[in-house]
């Protein structure tokens, strides 16, 4: 028989250090420009997985004249995921 052995609790926030507490920080950003990408790339179940996870739908692409997701998709004519970011609340 196998024996049930409880994890451990994680650290609280209280207890991290300045790199932990960074982190989550550049994990958002990554998430808004992935979202940027799958509608570049008219990836709709990708973005549908990101604006699920909390990517704002109106990021602006510093890099690419601060298009949004929602422009680039229009721009490639990936009709259904334009129709989702539409639905999520887009603007141009």
Not at 2 to 9: A, H, K, V
Not at 30 to 39: G, I, N, Q, Y
Request: glycine share 6%; hydrophobic share 45%.
């Amino acid at each position: 028989a196998q024996r049930f052995e409880p994890r451990q609790p994680r650290a609280r926030a209280s207890s991290l250090g300045a790199e932990d507490m960074a982190a989550p920080a550049l994990d958002v950003r990554a998430v808004d420009a992935a979202l940027w990408e799958a509608a570049n790339e008219g990836a709709t179940a990708e973005a549908r997985r990101l604006l699920d996870a909390g990517a704002p739908c109106d990021w602006k692409h510093a890099a690419a004249d601060d298009d949004t997701a929602l422009v680039r998709a229009a721009a490639g004519g990936h009709t259904d995921t334009v129709e989702l970011l539409l639905d999520r609340g887009a603007d141009l």
